[in-house]
């Protein structure tokens, strides 16, 4: 009775808060149920009271395994896995923790070391079993899971029982064993929802969609998907912090990216169903959902909702979602929509990644890499769009993953001609052939949209604040032109209506102190960026340096998400300010982000 298991235990450690036992119980009892937060939580509060306790650190690693916190957990199992005689366990499980990360061979040694140290152990073939499966060794899969199997109903271990089955059942379908590997799925599901276990449940489930998708019968695999993504956004709302929530759905994302695949094909095949309007809520489900909470936007909106906003007539969103399958994009107008089909990420990754090498190294001879990249991107990711846009069209561009990395102005839209050698400026770029704006969403930019900035405002404000050329030390270098810069900006507005800050005044104690940024429409900074990857609310904008204050002379991402701002534009002429920490579903983590959550609609 595990209600019952669960209140003494909880009634135990009210008695007694220093009772390592009730800890180690409770946070299994959490664990096996699939509350993982609550377990997390519990295995924590019992290492408070002894951060040596080898149960309790094994427990923590595990549910830091399973959500990601792959550094954290080696740190936890560092110290079990040098145990002699070897702890299985902590070596099974390091073992696992290195697969996740993607490091297949470190977790194969390790595992190796186990299985010499306890040839029968559970933990350790289930394993085994997971690394063969990423080395596309299914038949060694297959023998290590259904080992454990064998062993868990020996032992009549119900907990260990479950994963073999899932892993096993996994390992047919990669081998076309159909039937046996939906068998075991249904003896799994009926295992774990007598365990009340929904992490569980939702993989079940998802690997059942597999199944029917590898028979060819994709409603059925869309019917089991769509049971298993709702558990696991259910899952994901028990998170309490937004990090939580979007490294949570960051790992399992691939469960949206396979539907959405499926509804592309079955859009193909059959294009009046409106398998093309679904799979965008599908996308806007997976699509920067943190973010759209973090600034209080409504629930992800449908295709329809987007038309019905009040777009511009000219407006042209173009959301794109990538796949390991395929990529999709959906052009929208406030008129007409289409799905287009593109290529998988990794087909994309390569010309991504050429066309970065040739921006981040001016001092190179690399127009060719520029030239044949963008050209092949142009093709890719805007032509299919060609036939909804003109000279006046506005377009916004919501890019996935990658796609966050690529400057869209540009793209090359006429193929280099062989032989050709034009200067870089008289380059046929896309952003000299269209106006281009950047968004996180569909879902996010209709909540951006309703805003502060577009709803009316309580104070009067001005038009412009800038501020450039502030004076560095150290290794920041003055940056020549970027007075000139701010100031020309400054001569297009009226007179009365423009502060700029320059030099020794451009420093970050006036923005604060004055409570500055709020009163204006247009905040323009032309300063020096910093980047932060690791902890992207340290990145931040480098003003002066050499004005005496108690402040450090860098604006961070932290400091300016709490400010309220009222701005319609935010423009970031420095380097590095499109760039932080990209989280898979949710974009970049950085700067302009953080204006984004201030209040700002465009950056």
Same mark, same amino acid.
Request: net charge negative; hydrophobic share 35%; proline share 5%.
């Given at each position: 009775?595990?209600?019952?298991?669960?209140?003494?235990?909880?009634?135990?450690?009210?008695?007694?808060?220093?009772?390592l036992?009730?800890?180690?119980?409770?946070?299994?009892?959490?664990?096996?149920?699939?509350?993982?937060?609550?377990?997390?939580?519990?295995?924590?509060?019992?290492?408070?009271?002894?951060?040596?306790?080898?149960?309790?650190?094994?427990?923590?690693?595990?549910?830091?395994?399973?959500?990601?916190?792959?550094?954290?957990?080696?740190?936890?199992?560092?110290?079990?896995?040098?145990?002699?005689?070897?702890?299985?366990?902590?070596l099974a499980?390091?073992?696992?923790?290195?697969?996740?990360?993607?490091?297949?061979?470190?977790?194969?040694?390790?595992?190796?070391?186990?299985?010499?140290?306890?040839?029968?152990?559970?933990?350790?073939?289930?394993?085994?079993?997971?690394?063969?499966l990423?080395?596309?060794?299914?038949?060694?899969?297959?023998?290590?899971?259904?080992?454990?199997?064998?062993?868990?109903?020996?032992?009549?271990y119900?907990?260990?029982?479950?994963?073999?089955?899932?892993?096993? #059942?996994?390992?047919?379908n990669?081998?076309?064993?159909?039937?046996?590997?939906?068998?075991?799925?249904?003896?799994?599901?009926?295992?774990?929802?007598?365990?009340?276990?929904?992490?569980?449940?939702?993989?079940?489930?998802?690997?059942?969609?597999?199944?029917?998708?590898?028979?060819?019968?994709?409603?059925?695999?869309?019917?089991?998907?769509?049971?298993?993504?709702s558990?696991?956004?259910?899952?994901?709302?028990?998170?309490l912090?937004?990090?939580?929530?979007?490294?949570?759905?960051?790992?399992?994302?691939?469960?949206?990216?396979?539907?959405?695949?499926?509804?592309v094909?079955?859009?193909?095949?059959?294009?009046?169903?409106?398998?093309?309007?679904?799979?965008f809520?599908?996308?806007?489900?997976?699509?920067?959902?943190?973010?759209?909470?973090?600034?209080?936007?409504?629930?992800?909106?449908?295709?329809?909702?987007?038309?019905?906003?009040?777009?511009?007539s000219?407006?042209?969103?173009?959301?794109?979602?990538?796949g390991?399958?395929?990529?999709?994009?959906?052009?929208?107008?406030?008129?007409?929509?289409?799905?287009?089909r593109l290529?998988?990420?990794r087909?994309?990754?390569?010309?991504?990644?050429s066309?970065?090498?040739?921006?981040?190294?001016?001092?190179?001879?690399?127009?060719?890499?520029?030239?044949?990249?963008?050209?092949?991107?142009?093709?890719?990711l805007?032509?299919?769009?060609?036939?909804?846009l003109?000279?006046?069209?506005?377009?916004?561009v919501?890019?996935?993953?990658?796609?966050?990395?690529?400057?869209?102005?540009?793209?090359?839209?006429?193929?280099?001609?062989?032989?050709?050698?034009?200067?870089?400026?008289?380059? #046929?770029?896309?952003?000299?052939?269209?106006?281009?704006?950047?968004?996180?969403?569909?879902?996010?930019?209709?909540s951006?949209?309703?805003?502060?900035?577009?709803?009316?405002?309580e104070?009067?404000?001005?038009?412009?604040?800038a501020?450039?050329?502030p004076?560095?030390?150290?290794?920041?270098?003055?940056?020549?032109?970027?007075g000139?810069?701010?100031?020309?900006?400054?001569?297009?507005f009226?007179?009365?209506?423009?502060?700029?800050y320059?030099?020794?005044?451009?420093?970050?104690?006036?923005?604060?102190?004055?409570?500055?940024?709020?009163?204006?429409?247009?905040?323009?900074?032309?300063?020096?960026?910093?980047?932060?990857?690791?902890?992207?609310?340290?990145?931040?904008?480098?003003?002066?340096?050499?004005?005496?204050?108690?402040?450090?002379?860098i604006?961070?991402?932290?400091?300016?998400?709490?400010?309220?701002?009222?701005?319609?534009?935010?423009?970031?002429?420095?380097?590095?300010?499109?760039?932080?920490?990209?989280?898979?579903?949710e974009?970049?983590?950085?700067?302009s982000?953080?204006?984004?959550?201030?209040?700002?609609?465009?950056?």
């Amino acid at each position: 009775d595990l209600v019952q298991a669960e209140r003494h235990l909880r009634e135990a450690l009210r008695m007694d808060r220093n009772h390592l036992p009730s800890y180690r119980a409770l946070s299994q009892l959490y664990w096996e149920t699939g509350r993982p937060m609550q377990a997390e939580t519990t295995y924590r509060s019992g290492l408070r009271v002894d951060p040596t306790d080898p149960e309790l650190r094994l427990g923590l690693a595990t549910v830091l395994v399973d959500k990601g916190g792959y550094d954290e957990a080696l740190s936890m199992l560092e110290p079990l896995i040098e145990w002699q005689p070897p702890w299985v366990d902590a070596l099974a499980l390091a073992g696992l923790c290195y697969s996740e990360a993607g490091q297949i061979d470190e977790a194969e040694a390790l595992l190796k070391r186990a299985v010499e140290a306890d040839p029968e152990n559970l933990v350790v073939l289930n394993n085994l079993g997971t690394v063969k499966l990423e080395q596309n060794d299914f038949v060694g899969a297959e023998s290590y899971n259904r080992q454990g199997l064998e062993l868990s109903r020996e032992l009549e271990y119900k907990s260990g029982e479950l994963p073999c089955l899932i892993n096993l #059942a996994n390992a047919q379908n990669r081998l076309d064993q159909l039937d046996t590997a939906m068998f075991n799925y249904e003896l799994a599901l009926k295992l774990c929802r007598e365990m009340n276990n929904p992490d569980s449940e939702w993989r079940i489930l998802v690997g059942m969609a597999e199944n029917c998708k590898l028979r060819g019968d994709y409603p059925c695999a869309i019917e089991y998907n769509e049971k298993g993504l709702s558990i696991i956004e259910d899952l994901r709302s028990s998170f309490l912090s937004a990090s939580e929530k979007s490294n949570y759905l960051a790992r399992e994302r691939y469960a949206f990216e396979d539907v959405i695949h499926m509804l592309v094909v079955q859009h193909e095949s059959d294009p009046d169903k409106g398998y093309d309007l679904l799979a965008f809520e599908y996308a806007q489900r997976c699509t920067s959902r943190s973010f759209l909470e973090q600034i209080e936007g409504t629930d992800p909106v449908n295709l329809k909702e987007v038309q019905n906003a009040g777009l511009n007539s000219n407006r042209v969103l173009l959301e794109y979602s990538l796949g390991d399958s395929s990529s999709v994009l959906w052009v929208i107008t406030p008129d007409a929509y289409q799905m287009i089909r593109l290529p998988d990420r990794r087909a994309l990754e390569e010309r991504i990644e050429s066309l970065r090498f040739a921006l981040v190294n001016p001092d190179q001879d690399n127009k060719n890499f520029l030239l044949q990249s963008g050209y092949y991107l142009y093709k890719q990711l805007i032509e299919p769009a060609e036939a909804f846009l003109s000279r006046k069209s506005q377009i916004t561009v919501l890019p996935d993953g990658i796609l966050h990395y690529i400057p869209f102005e540009v793209l090359i839209t006429r193929e280099p001609k062989e032989g050709e050698d034009r200067p870089y400026e008289k380059l #046929a770029y896309l952003g000299t052939k269209h106006a281009l704006s950047y968004g996180q969403s569909s879902s996010v930019y209709l909540s951006m949209l309703a805003g502060p900035a577009s709803v009316g405002r309580e104070m009067e404000l001005k038009e412009l604040v800038a501020f450039g050329d502030p004076l560095y030390k150290d290794h920041y270098k003055k940056l020549e032109y970027s007075g000139e810069e701010v100031q020309s900006i400054a001569a297009l507005f009226p007179e009365g209506s423009v502060d700029v800050y320059l030099g020794e005044d451009a420093n970050e104690e006036i923005i604060k102190k004055e409570h500055l940024l709020p009163s204006y429409r247009y905040i323009h900074f032309a300063t020096h960026g910093v980047v932060n990857e690791n902890n992207p609310g340290r990145s931040g904008l480098v003003l002066s340096q050499e004005y005496s204050n108690p402040e450090d002379g860098i604006l961070s991402a932290d400091e300016i998400s709490g400010m309220k701002l009222n701005a319609d534009l935010v423009v970031l002429s420095a380097c590095q300010t499109g760039l932080g920490k990209m989280i898979r579903g949710e974009g970049i983590i950085g700067l302009s982000r953080s204006f984004m959550y201030a209040g700002a609609p465009a950056v």
